[in-house]
């Protein structure tokens, strides 16, 4: 077919991109689906936490330990990890047992 191109003009390859965008909402998991989630990921990732005799000084000595047998590569795995249990399980909290208060006029 000559004088015809799909070619966008000011580029000579004749290729055609076109970047497609579409807007899929994505259903957020309930807070306790995610508590779930995160205790299953607590479970498997750091086994040695969640025995009975759980040893956190040892825990905390392999994450501070850069050799390598060490743990101080998944430092920041952890960080992130206590950083979601800590605000999925403060919002747990604060749902239960923070009632706002009632304002009483006078």
């Known amino acids: 077919m000559s004088g015809f191109s799909l070619a966008?003009?000011?580029?000579?390859?004749?290729?055609?991109t076109r970047r497609l965008s579409t807007h899929i909402k994505v259903k957020e998991?309930?807070?306790?689906?995610?508590?779930?989630?995160?205790?299953k990921d607590v479970g498997t990732q750091w086994k040695e936490l969640v025995s009975?005799?759980?040893?956190?000084?040892?825990?905390?000595?392999?994450?501070?330990?850069?050799?390598?047998?060490?743990?101080a590569r998944y430092y920041s795995k952890f960080e992130a990890l206590k950083g979601e249990l800590s605000s999925?399980?403060?919002?747990?909290v604060d749902g239960k047992f923070i009632k706002t208060p009632k304002?009483?006029?006078?």
């Open 52 to 71: 009975e005799n759980a040893n956190t000084l040892e825990a905390a000595l392999a994450l501070m330990d850069t050799s390598s047998i060490g743990k």
């Open 29 to 39: 998991p309930s807070q306790d689906a995610k508590l779930d989630t995160l205790i």
């Open 103 to 106: 304002v009483v006029n006078f």
């Open 8 to 16: 966008v003009p000011g580029q000579n390859d004749g290729n055609i």
């Open 88 to 92: 999925t399980l403060k919002y747990h």
